[in-house]
């Protein structure tokens, strides 16, 4: 299980260096990435949240760089798109290839597959589920086509370890980014990484001094 952003090509982006990756491409967060792999995270992540702003936060900062933010920066709820992957190495079968109507903002609802009401689905196109089914979590990968779909079955412990993993790997990311931060960002550091840690649902966040 891998927390997954989906990215995009950016050829002309230059407010800052980031990597070069293929359009409907997915960036694995965790802290283990080069500086530019982080600079394209954070592009993606504050382009989830460009939108026009409304009234109530403000006109849009003529500056390039204030402007691209602005959305990230002031939003009060901010998304990344993308989710958790689940890959199966003995098949290769791969559950929640990220989708949309959830995002990577949504994670903590594998909780309510384990803990809650022991079933969730992950956006679409394809429909994917988790339910519990026992001490088992069954992931169908297309629930629409369930006839046919794959599907990979878990003990639930493993999959409470497998979600306890993959959260450590945000939380490594966003230290990794706040870090980056300081260094690309220095005067949009704080705000920036604690708007990240929102958009991932982590909670608040501190920035490391420049």
Known sequence: ???????????DFALWPIGEHESHGYLVLNGQLAPAEVGTAVMRIADCNDFEPEEERGLCPTDPLDRFLHGLLTMPDLSAAGGFRVTDNATGAVFVEPGCCN?????REWFEVLDGTGCCYFGHDPSSMAERVGDSVRLTLDAHGKENSAVIELPVDQVRMLVTDARRDLQEFLSLAGSWAAQHLPSHA?????????????GRASCPAS
Do not use: K, Y
């Open 1 to 11: 299980m891998q927390p997954a952003l989906e990215i995009f090509a950016a050829d």
């Open 103 to 107: 995002g990577l903002e949504t994670w």
């Open 190 to 202: 704080v705000t920036v990484t604690a708007a990240l840690a929102r958009a991932l649902d982590l």
